[in-house]
């Protein structure tokens, strides 16, 4: 008897197991950004559950070539594709969601990641350098978000939309005036969209990370440890994030069993916010 409970209990947790890592088996998702740390591992983390994947970024092919091929090992599927795309130019943005459409049939997942970062005081900021930056940060996130809102609603299908934010919405950081600002304006989009999506089934969320190691901290870490030890010792939790850990917040957001959160963002700093 013990025996064929076991068994029993094996088959079903075997059932469940497979079908997680399957869970996005029958969705393509279109991500900008998706050649920096945190696109990477978001990328890596949803081939891994077998969806369909577009990533764009700034870089030739030739630089993307090495990734791409790593992240078809990674899947089952080899619906893998690349884009070289200036996420700041709407018509680059809605060809690439044409292109899209029509090598993968779809786009159910939305995933705005590009961004960039300029370290300069708001008098030190100069006027082409915030408007450059408000383009990436901002206006390539609603370019993405509005073409591949329309794709989902022309396809009829419920569709999730994940922006990238940061806790630099909700915090003054005096050496990144122009990368708050962005997000904090990135904050309202997702409150914006995800009032006018929801009719149409399509669920708009955004993650707001504190201190990642990834991209511009990344590089800061590497060169100085102590800036490092510095963060970990500011965030109440004690430690900083990695790439993965805002992959795997990202895939939460994006699972279709939810239908009721939108328009929220889930924090995700360590504590952060919660100083004074």
């Given amino acids: 008897m013990r025996t064929l409970l076991r068994n029993y209990y094996l088959i079903v947790v075997s059932g469940i197991g497979n079908k997680i890592t399957k869970m996005f088996k029958s969705k393509t998702v279109i991500i900008s950004g998706g050649l920096g740390d945190i696109g990477r591992d978001i990328v890596r983390l949803f081939a891994t559950k077998g969806a369909s994947i577009s990533v764009g970024d700034i870089h030739s092919t030739v630089v993307a070539q090495e990734f791409i091929e790593e992240v078809k090992q990674l899947s089952e599927t080899k619906n893998i594709i690349y884009s070289q795309v200036d996420i700041a130019d709407p018509t680059q943005v809605q060809k690439w969601v044409a292109e899209t459409v029509d090598k993968l049939n ?120 102590a800036a490092k030890e510095q963060a970990e010792r500011k965030v109440p939790v004690g430690k900083v994030l990695n790439a993965e850990d805002i992959a795997e917040k990202v895939l939460w957001l994006c699972d279709f069993s939810n239908e009721h959160m939108t328009g929220s963002t889930l924090l995700v700093d360590g504590g952060l916010s919660l100083l004074s």
Wanted: glycine share 6%.
């Fill in 106 to 225: 779809t786009i159910d997942i939305a995933i705005p990641n590009a961004a960039t970062a300029t370290l300069a005081g708001i008098m030190e900021v100069s006027p082409q350098q915030w408007s450059d930056e408000l383009k990436v940060n901002l206006n390539g996130a609603f370019y993405l978000s509005q073409f591949a809102a329309a794709e989902m609603i022309k396809l009829d299908l419920a569709g999730r939309i994940v922006l990238v934010g940061s806790w630099a919405a909700h915090s003054v950081h005096p050496n990144l005036p122009t990368y708050s600002v962005s997000k904090a304006g990135l904050s309202m989009l997702c409150k914006c969209l995800a009032l006018e999506l929801a009719p149409h089934h399509i669920l708009v969320n955004e993650i707001a990370p504190g201190y990642v190691n990834a991209g511009l901290s990344k590089k800061i870490f590497e060169t100085n440890s």
